[in-house]
């Protein structure tokens, strides 16, 4: 997906773009980049793949060769970002994160007589550029980025280095992913994730509604466009993608995945599908707090059966080859023997999407003597890969566990009863369970309901985008 950080104050704000920055490494893994404001020579951007090394390692240099009091950073899963820019709104810098769908058609409809940008390899469209050349269609960078974000299919957060050392900082229109505003004594910042600026010493000052556009500058900051009334956050931020430190809307993400857990473990009981366990853990990393969750309801002890190493290989899904990732996934479960061999044990994954990664586990623990291995999904069966967010792991439809299996039950007929496939009382919510228990050789498996997933963020459903639960977006 992607994270941004930036900062303008009346002193040098490397450090803490740098820092700010590398506290959204867990939201992209191919490219980060930098760029700053010095008011001797203007504007300055370095970028660097990320594939292999973390963000931090590849800019330990950048103390010596940048400086200024006002930078923007970005983590990116996809384009080269930030990009420096020359048109007729001056010279800037630019990063956004989320994906454009219509790029081909608004090159042509937009850009065809005149507009130009650049290409990457292969002719692939930068969407960073992309969205530049649609804010350089109006006078003003307002009008720009509404208009940009008002012709996009799919999603548009968008940060502004401008050539005067102030920032430009814009949430999505339907603010699918957010953007927040920190403030300390000497300057602001913006930043997707919370808990990045708080750790710098900033303290909350807002966070931005759908299409609201602010204007930064280290002694003040301006509203240049208000919010609008409607929002369709992302619920999946919550279940997986956000930190455990992170608010989103007021909401901590681990508390909602604590009480997410509970929510599921009362429902088995109420249910009768509260299995005879000896302990409950999460696939780790971000199931374990579902599974924390899970066991305080249940008075079962939380335990770890397996640990993940990471020292070397911190995310499993950093190679670009699936086989790859997961081989690696595979290397870094180091089994605790003691707490498999004869146990009967219920794990809790954040979410289960293909299933390759999570047979290979399961499989893993019978191997080391595991009694029997019940599943929970922290939530709903995934019917839609996103159309709304760049994921480094992105699926079409047919990758997905659940529609494979559907498919298999009931042919593309079986397309038109996705709703009651994703309920676990009717028939085909039974049929499907059942199906991939025996596919992945569990011996219960369950999925969050919606309706669960929902009370655990605690926002209305209305504010929130199911769309790859029940394709609601």
């Not at 019917?383 to 079409?396: E, I, P, Q």
Request: net charge negative; glycine share 10%; proline share 4%.
């Amino acid at each position: 997906m992607g994270g941004f950080f930036g900062a303008v104050r009346k002193s040098d704000v490397i450090s803490d773009v740098f820092f700010g920055t590398d506290y959204h490494s867990h939201l992209g893994t191919r490219r980060g980049g930098m760029a700053a404001y010095n008011d001797e020579i203007g504007l300055q951007r370095e970028i660097h793949n990320i594939e292999n090394s973390p963000f931090r390692t590849k800019f330990d240099d950048v103390f010596d060769e940048m400086s200024g009091s006002a930078a923007i950073g970005c983590i990116s899963d996809s384009d080269p970002q930030p990009l420096l820019m020359r048109s007729n709104l001056g010279i800037y810098a630019i990063c956004t994160i989320g994906i454009v769908n219509n790029a081909e058609d608004l090159i042509q409809k937009y850009l065809a007589n005149g507009g130009h940008f650049s290409t990457m390899t292969g002719g692939k469209i930068n969407s960073t550029d992309l969205i530049a050349a649609l804010i350089n269609q109006k006078s003003t960078f307002e009008e720009g980025i509404r208009f940009a974000q008002s012709v996009i299919e799919g999603t548009a957060n968008i940060l502004i280095l401008c050539n005067d050392g102030s920032i430009i900082a814009a949430r999505d229109r339907m603010g699918r992913i957010p953007v927040l505003i920190g403030k300390t004594d000497d300057g602001y910042c913006v930043s997707f994730e919370s808990f990045a600026y708080l750790k710098l010493g900033y303290e909350e000052e807002k966070e931005l509604g759908p299409g609201e556009i602010v204007h930064l500058t280290a002694d003040k900051l301006t509203q240049l466009a208000p919010p609008l009334e409607e929002m369709h956050i992302c619920a999946f931020l919550w279940t997986y993608y956000g930190y455990p430190n992170s608010c989103y809307e007021g909401v901590n993400v681990e508390v909602m995945r604590n009480r997410n857990g509970a929510i599921m473990a009362q429902n088995d009981a109420e249910n009768g599908k509260l299995a005879d366990l000896d302990y409950v853990s999460g696939v780790p990393d971000s199931g374990t707090p579902h599974a924390i969750g899970y066991a305080n309801a249940c008075h079962v002890p939380f335990a770890r059966p397996f640990i993940k190493y990471t020292p070397t290989w911190a995310r499993s899904f950093t190679p670009s080859n699936q086989r790859e990732r997961n081989r690696i996934a595979k290397m870094k479960q180091i089994p605790t023997h003691d707490l498999i061999e004869g146990k009967n044990l219920l794990f809790v994954d954040d979410s289960i999407v293909r299933g390759t990664q999570l047979k290979e586990t399961v499989d893993f623990l019978y191997e080391n003597g595991a009694k029997s291995v019940h599943m929970r999904s922290a939530c709903p069966p995934i019917m839609y890969g996103c159309k709304y967010l760049n994921f480094s792991r992105g699926t079409s439809d047919m990758d997905l566990i659940a529609r494979r299996v559907i498919l298999e039950l009931e042919g593309e007929e079986g397309f038109k009863y996705l709703e009651e496939y994703s309920d676990a009382k009717t028939e085909r919510g039974k049929n499907l369970r059942k199906t991939i228990c025996e596919k992945f050789n569990f011996a219960s498996l369950e999925f969050q309901s919606i309706e669960g997933a929902i009370k655990a963020i605690g926002l209305p459903a209305c504010k929130l985008c199911t769309y790859c639960w029940n394709g609601k977006g």
